[in-house]
């Protein structure tokens, strides 16, 4: 079979639909992001045999789970009365402090974070008295550690695990109008119109769905993550009223250098012919569409400033529970003993960043003071500090 072939849009929506046994995907919409990831996959991602294989069961999976999500849900149709109550959602530029602050937050079990599992596998939906111990856990903690000896050294630079939190951009891909897509292979096509031309509307009414379905089994105020969000917030206000947005900000520059290394990264599971400054290139475009669309719906008024909450990497690292406990303050919660001890206790289970060290600016090829002169407006307006280069 070509790659024309195992790509074509039709072939791949026919096998995600002879595995689900179903053919219904719930609301259209879907299917010009599905058309333009296929033709990426096709003609710019330069895919290795490894990475056709890998890439193939990325679309299946979004599909399949597209599928099982809305079966169930015809099925079970009272599951769309259940509102999505003041989700909390982490949200900021990648690589400034969102996965820890996430993950310091899902420790407190009064939040309800996505778990990779779940995300990966959510039909039929999951359970509370299952929840740690359901077979699908272990179904794709094997499947996460395959990518460890594909690539060795992976899961230190990009930590995964069944039974951590999953970001949105996971939940999205079902809609195929997700950073994933672009972030993991070469897709330059889809990114521009990813950033530029798609409509997200539709990527946030199946999120809800999705929440609606997982919450169904198990119950609890949601806590989401993804530096995707920055891009749209104002589709994702839009879709959630009341949610409550806690946005990371650090130094562009350092951003750039450590997203392009892990970028380059993620990438080498699916090609061989993969360079940071390409991806430094991408990252570049995409880090300052969004901090100067993110200031732009704030100017506005689109995203009221009461509901979002700024958190500054620089002071994170310095004290990350003292950070912790102002975000809780300001988001109007109590912090309990129980779960500041569970924070400390990840925190010292896991100490570090596994992707320091692992990137340079030199590697990117940008002009350092074009971009220093470019993000200015966004350091200024919120007080962002320059650090020293990598």
Not at 69 to 80: D, L, M, Q, S
Not at 271 to 288: G, K, L
Not at 333 to 357: I, N, T, V, W
């Amino acid at each position: 079979m070509t790659l024309q072939e195992r790509f074509a849009p039709e072939n791949v929506i026919a096998a995600a639909c002879d595995q689900a046994g179903s053919d219904d995907f719930g609301e259209d919409g879907w299917q010009p992001g599905l058309e333009r990831v296929a033709d990426g996959l096709i003609n710019e991602a330069r895919l290795s045999a490894i990475g056709v294989e890998v890439a193939h069961l990325d679309m299946i999976r979004a599909l399949t789970s597209r599928l099982g999500v809305t079966a169930w849900r015809k099925e079970h149709p009272e599951i769309g009365d259940k509102p999505i109550t003041s989700p909390i959602f982490i949200v900021g530029q990648p690589r400034t402090g969102t996965t820890i602050i996430f993950d310091l937050l899902a420790q407190d079990p009064e939040l309800r974070a996505p778990l990779t599992w779940e995300v990966d596998a959510p039909c039929p939906v999951p359970q509370p008295e299952t929840y740690q111990t359901d077979p699908r856990i272990a179904q794709t903690q094997a499947t996460i550690e395959m990518s460890e000896q594909i690539i060795p050294g992976f899961l230190k630079f990009h930590p995964m695990g069944a039974l951590v939190g999953q970001e949105c951009v996971r939940i999205t891909a079902s809609e195929f109008t997700s950073m994933i897509f672009s972030v993991q292979y070469r897709l330059p096509s889809y990114s521009r119109w990813l950033m530029y031309d798609a409509d997200h509307t539709g990527a946030y009414r199946f999120h809800r769905i999705f929440l609606q379905h997982l919450q169904s089994g198990v119950q609890g105020q949601w806590l989401l993550k993804s530096p995707a969000h920055l891009w749209q917030l104002d589709k994702l206000l839009a879709e959630y009223p009341d949610a409550l947005v806690v946005q990371t900000h650090r130094d562009p520059l350092n951003v750039i250098s450590s997203i392009a290394a892990l970028t380059n990264h993620l990438r080498r599971m699916g090609s061989d012919e993969t360079n940071i400054a390409e991806c430094a290139a991408q990252s570049y475009e995409e880090i300052v569409v969004g901090l100067d669309r993110g200031i732009a719906l704030r100017d506005k008024g689109v995203v009221p400033d009461g509901r979002i909450i700024d958190v500054q990497f620089t002071d994170f690292m310095k004290d990350p529970l003292h950070t912790i406990a102002d975000i809780y303050q300001k988001l109007g919660r109590e912090l309990r003993p129980e779960a500041e001890q569970k924070m400390r206790d990840f925190l010292a289970a896991h100490p570090g960043d596994g992707g320091h060290g692992r990137y340079t600016w030199s590697d990117t090829g940008l002009d350092a003071d074009e971009v220093r002169e470019r993000v200015r407006a966004y350091q200024e307006r919120y007080h962002v500090p320059t650090e020293q280069l990598k």
